[in-house]
């Protein structure tokens, strides 16, 4: 049966370059960059060549580069690193509302030690609002974290002005680019921001290689302590084989962005137009132009996001899905709640998110398939049944009990 | 996919019994759509035994297999026995579930409870009605 991948936010494929760069690091050049001796060196240049590919990538100079193991570690060790280095000046930290659980929990840590954490709302697509920035922006704000793009409903925020308000007063500005690098051009100098995550996995790198962006000059609590590899900001043994893949993507993708984003945007641009003439009550969420180019992200009324997935699956195609269902912590995506998702009707969500490696002829198939999968939960839906019954959707019934306690912070 | 046994899976792709029961006998609904799980069993019960047991779920692939094997679970038990039936006999005989889709057999079991208890509440209520004659209860 043939796969499609639709779920790139997830993982991505590796480029095949890619990773003819990395096998000599996984075979002959074993070195640890730290050590004296030729073996090392031969490790050490290909982390110098890396941190330059990277940096050069998002407009940085290598000194404000840092590996890390993965987006999430780039993003706690923005949060608690600066909240940590600036906590004498303040402690008031504002992250947005659909921020990734990294920056939302490493936001909520700093809370549990008694800093003050200002959560911005966000508007049915998904947006942060400058005057609200404005308004909360105090004094003792030391940091503000907001994502470039968002990986579930694909909204790009306005990061430049945002940057600024949080410049004028003072506060430095880190946004978690993570889901945008690789696919919409980013210059770390044009943004005006003072640090920045991203990850190799996203655009056809290795997982284990993310970074994190610290404007010189910014003072950071390092988070991993130990030896002195980052220049003693980030301790650990550098994982060689999978930065050298992460230069290698970003070089490759410096290159090739522009085009393969036109390309990938004609794909996601046929799903959002054609999934809706093709099924009904069907709902876009996120912004409908200013997106991210892979992004697409509905709302099917009347279904179950997990058990919509599952069907897929079985037809060979692989998506997300933000229902509760589908989350291990069985509660709606965080996102759509923010954004004001219908909580039943958020359930039924499809996320696909696109990337080089799909084609035309695979969105075609995809649009063949779905219908006839909707068609069949929608058979089996109470919900379905009873808006074709009365037209009126039903709100909630009758409910059984049970308890769950999902609370991320116990894990 | 590995996070479902195949009996799981088998119930979830081929669920039996999906549908409705004009006329049932007892109908039964539970869950909520904001938790993403919501349930309506239909029995058709004669002499005590249940006839014929059809749902309609709006739900994850547990829960659309859970359903399926109860209303299997259910069919061809006399009301008494049927009402025995518990979550864990449900997952047990779906090979298991994933510890966090448990509460999904919870619902099911429930579902077929409560169209139980309706038709056994219409049950009373018309042997009531037959008692005192005229229906309004001055018998």
Request: net charge neutral.
């Amino acid at each position: 049966m043939q796969i499609t991948y639709f779920d790139n936010n997830s993982a991505t494929q590796l480029d095949p370059r890619v990773l003819e760069a990395m096998v000599p690091f996984l075979k002959e050049n074993f070195g640890n960059p730290q050590n004296m001796h030729s073996v090392g060196a031969v490790a050490k240049d290909a982390l110098d060549n890396a941190r330059k590919s990277v940096a050069d990538f998002i407009g940085a100079k290598q000194s404000e580069v840092y590996f890390v193991s993965c987006g999430s570690e780039a993003n706690n060790f923005a949060i608690k690193g600066i909240a940590d280095a600036n906590a004498q000046k303040g402690k008031h930290i504002i992250v947005s509302a659909i921020e990734h659980f990294s920056v939302l929990y490493a936001a909520r840590r700093l809370k549990k030690i008694g800093f003050e954490v200002t959560i911005l709302p966000v508007n049915q697509i998904g947006e942060v609002n400058l005057n609200e920035l404005k308004a909360v922006l105090r004094k003792d704000t030391t940091l503000v974290s907001i994502q470039i793009a968002n990986t579930e409903i694909g909204t790009i925020q306005n990061i430049k002005e945002l940057a600024l308000l949080a410049k004028a007063n003072g506060s430095l500005f880190h946004t978690d680019a993570v889901c945008a690098a690789g696919l919409v051009p980013i210059d770390v100098n044009d943004l005006g921001v003072d640090l920045l995550s991203f990850s190799a996995s996203q655009f056809h790198g290795p997982k284990g290689a993310s970074a994190l962006y610290v404007k010189k000059g910014t003072r950071i609590t390092p988070q991993i302590d130990g030896g002195v590899q980052e220049e003693g900001r980030r301790a650990g043994l550098e994982n060689i084989p999978a930065i050298v893949g992460f230069g290698s993507a970003c070089e490759l993708v410096k290159n090739e962005m522009i085009k393969n984003s036109a390309s990938i945007k004609e794909l996601r641009d046929k799903l959002i137009e054609e999934l809706p003439k093709k099924v009904e009550y069907v709902y876009l969420n996120g912004h409908k132009n200013n997106r991210m180019p892979n992004n697409v992200n509905f709302s099917i009324e009347f279904i179950e996001g997990e058990a919509m997935m599952l069907l897929l699956d079985s037809k060979g195609f692989m998506v997300s899905s933000g229902s509760a269902c589908a989350s291990k912590a069985l509660k709606m995506s965080h996102v759509l709640t923010a954004i004001g998702a219908d909580p039943a009707v958020g359930q039924g969500s499809l996320l696909i998110s696109l990337s080089k490696y799909n084609t035309m002829a695979d969105v075609d198939r995809f649009l063949l398939e779905f219908p006839a999968i909707v068609k069949c939960l929608r058979e089996m839906s109470p919900l379905y049944a009873h808006f074709i019954k009365t037209g009126e959707r039903q709100v909630a019934g009758p409910g059984t009990d049970y308890e769950h306690d999902h609370d991320h912070s116990e894990k | 996919m590995s996070f479902y046994s195949q009996k799981v899976m088998d119930h979830f792709s081929n669920p039996r019994n999906v549908g409705e029961i004009k006329n049932a006998d007892g109908i039964g609904e539970v869950g909520n759509p904001v938790c993403g799980d919501m349930m309506t069993f239909y029995v058709k019960v004669k002499d005590d035994i249940v006839q014929d047991v059809k749902f309609k779920t709006f739900g994850c692939g547990a829960a659309i297999a859970v359903s399926s094997m109860v209303s299997e679970m259910g069919k061809g038990k006399s009301v008494a026995d049927a009402m025995k039936i518990t979550n864990a006999d449900v997952a047990i005989e779906l090979g298991g579930l994933p510890p966090n889709k448990m509460h999904c057999s919870n619902l099911g079991a429930d579902a077929l409870h409560k169209a139980l208890e309706d038709y056994l509440v219409k049950k009373r209520k018309n042997k009531e009605e037959n008692k005192s004659g005229c229906g309004c209860g001055c018998g």
